[in-house]
């Protein structure tokens, strides 16, 4: 019998990318567009930051996340929407003065990284519970940070998706659950590869699912590489996934991909040949519980 399976697309991500995928959408109505793309070629879900239209570089800008919004909530294409807190977590030590935040720091309150939720209310937001080494930076998210965070998009009626890492960030999620700031049942994403994070395999997949709390949504991705085993992955191991130019810029070797639509449209080729069935919008409401 076949499962529906519900595809997420993280259509541009915050990373240096731009310059390696001409492909990469940049401006709100980029992004607008290859969010709508991916939700046509199969995506219930699109998980959405945005980038300093001129330069590419990471933003923070509510009207940003607004023309976006707007755009796809215009198109007349249903689909779920998921906003982004991550940015504003960013922590990089000066190097004389360790104890203090050098170039580079985006760390900021919870307020401001959640101002464009509240205002757009989505139907969902991620939610990172994690505090790692993240290549040569720091993802710095306290319980204080989180549980503050949490309870304000929960209030505003919009779903965490919580994107742990590690194994760590399974129990600080399950204990902000158990405090009652995140609702059972929660919405996981698992996600592999990303240095120095739990590594894109089988085993760590594996293990990190087993610790869910009972009841759990969850979905998981690998980076670079590992996006499309790790999809097939997800899949075996009775779990959602999610693609997309956040994570990976080709669609084989050595083959830049053309678009999100291409990535989401290879996911469902797996999807399919594993057995199973992509779910759409409507029925990806149903199994995380929306409305």
């Known amino acids: 019998m076949s499962r529906k399976v519900m595809v997420s697309c993280a259509v541009t991500g915050s990373a240096d990318t731009v310059d390696k995928n001409p492909a990469v959408p940049v401006t709100p109505h980029q992004i607008a567009d290859s969010a709508i793309d991916a939700a046509k070629a199969g995506a219930a879900i699109v998980h959405i930051h945005v980038r300093d239209p001129k330069t590419g570089a990471p933003s923070m800008d509510t009207d940003l996340y607004y023309e976006v919004v707007e755009r796809i909530r215009g198109s007349g294409v249903d689909l779920i929407i998921n906003l982004t807190t991550g940015p504003g977590a960013r922590y990089i030590p000066d190097a004389a003065e360790p104890w203090k935040a050098g170039p580079g720091t985006t760390l900021t309150t919870p307020d401001e990284r959640i101002r464009h939720v509240l205002a757009l209310k989505p139907e969902i937001c991620s939610l990172d519970v994690a505090t790692f080494n993240m290549g040569d930076r720091i993802m710095l998210n306290t319980r204080e940070h989180l549980a503050a965070m949490a309870d304000a998009v929960t209030a505003a009626g919009v779903k965490p998706e919580l994107e742990v890492f590690d194994t760590g960030h399974i129990r600080l999620a399950r204990h902000l659950m158990g405090d009652g700031h995140i609702p059972a049942p929660a919405f ?54 999610r693609v997309g130019f956040e994570d990976n810029l080709y669609l084989e070797r050595g083959v830049l991909a053309p678009s999100n639509a291409a990535l989401v449209e290879r996911a469902i080729e797996i999807i399919a040949r594993l057995g199973d069935e992509p779910a759409t919008p409507a029925e990806a409401r149903k199994i995380l519980g929306l409305g």
Do not use: K, N, Y
């Open 188 to 241: 996981f994403q698992v996600c592999l590869g990303i240095p120095w994070g739990a590594t894109a395999t089988t085993e760590s997949m594996l293990f990190m699912r087993d610790l869910l709390p009972p009841g759990s949504v969850w979905s998981g991705f690998g980076i670079s590489m590992h996006q499309m085993p790790m999809v097939a992955q997800a899949v075996l191991l009775g779990g959602h996934v």
